[in-house]
């Protein structure tokens, strides 16, 4: 059987930085056993789901590298959801339910206050058909109930280890609204069922889900797959990510200029006891996942971590990987500065302070026109700026700082930057003379 596993996100919001390590855990363990990776849209939720949020999605997977083989979404798919409800009605599994959520809410009240856990009664399976027929009548509509078998479902975790679920201490889930809307549960399974999926990766979140879906496969004749429940991503101070959290999607960290590799290379190790390593593609994520180091613990996200890990990958993208990207690069010059980046962005400014023009900062007039005068001759090359400073050094016996801070900042204009000794050749004899000089070059 082909090992299958799929990203079910709803296009209800933008993806988050949690979304995604869900997704990027089921895309790196797909490829990792040569098997497929699915992405499934769950958009049975027609008012909150919109073309605009899908679309999105598919760009957002695209842009970090994590292509599907498969594809489905649930709105193409009622028809097998409704002949799946169907059966489970005929065998006694799906039950109509009447109570209002008023009625609902004052059982719940009345259990808790008796100390009781507040799980649904069944009190609707007491119905005869008379009471129903009355009920309809009436102009109520049912939601529908699937009636869990009490026992303790049981299943090995990949990352929890053994689960077990006690469902009697778990209400029927409702897989079917009044309005006739399907909750979650069941497209799901439908869905996993007829797609062959092999593993479900998801976050704890969906434990005791797990439960009822393992009810709902046996009795859609299904086997169930094997799970792997994740703990959730939160915030720095363990706050909880919310697919809301815009200023944590996916679109926004991309328009800020950050590396899809550094998302990746983050997220698929925060919260497992492997090192976060600035790799610069998917491979060695690939080769090195392994659910048995997940912790259980949450995995926080900090976006100064996501920073940095984004810069040591800047530090090591070759010419090709970022030439498109910025006007004016020379390979000559991303080999100059791209140790200094935080990210490929900031190289625009280093660009204009090769090919100008800027404004050089002389705050040591006479000492910088006592250097220009000691320029060697052209050409230039690496050596020429530990020549000339060498001269200069000797000419008027500055040191250090003293020496090296004019001179950077009437050729850069800066005081902080690449090493000058990849620069000035870059620079060049004449714009270097110009700068020296005071002009704007
Ligand atoms: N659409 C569900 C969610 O976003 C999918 C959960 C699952 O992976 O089964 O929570």
Known sequence: MTTRLRFAPSPTGNLHVGNIRTALINYLFARQQGGEFMLRMDDTDIARSTDEY??????????????????AKQSAR?????????????SGRLYPCYETPEELELKRKVQLSRGLPPVYDREALNL???????????????????????????WDDLVRGEVSVDTASVSDPILIREDGSLLYTLPSVVDDIEFGITHVVRGEDHVTNTAAQVQVFRALGGTPPTFAHHALLTGKGGEGLSKRL???????????GLEPMAINALLARLGTSDPVEPFIDLEPLIGGLDFSRFGR????????????????????????????????LTPDI??????????????????????????PVREDFDFVEQAASLLPDAPWDEATWGAWTKAVKEATGR???????????????????????????????????????????
């Open 54 to 71: 899908a679309t999105g999605i598919e760009e957002d997977l695209r842009w970090l590298g994590l292509h599907w083989d498969l594809f």
């Open 78 to 90: 009622f028809d097998a959801y409704h002949a799946a409800a169907e059966s489970l009605k005929a």
């Open 128 to 154: 005869t058909d008379a009471e129903r027929a009355a009920l309809e009548t009436d102009g109520k509509r049912p939601h529908w109930r699937f009636k869990l078998t009490h026992e303790h479902v049981v």
């Open 246 to 256: 815009g200023s944590l999607s996916i679109r926004d960290l991309r328009a800020d």
């Open 297 to 328: 613990a949450a995995a926080k996200f900090d976006p100064d971590e996501l920073a940095a890990i984004n810069a040591k990958i800047v530090h090591q993208l070759p010419f090709e990987a970022v030439s498109e990207r910025v006007a004016g």
């Open 334 to 359: 991303w080999q100059a500065v791209r140790g200094n980046l935080e990210k490929v962005s900031d190289t625009n400014a280093w660009v204009t302070v090769v090919t100008g023009p800027i404004e």
């Open 399 to 441: 040191k250090g700082r003293e020496l090296f801070l004019p001179l950077r900042q009437a050729l850069t204009g800066l005081e902080h930057g690449p090493e000058m000794k990849l620069m000035l050749p870059l620079i060049g004899p004449d714009r270097a003379r110009a700068r020296l000089a005071g002009e704007v070059a």
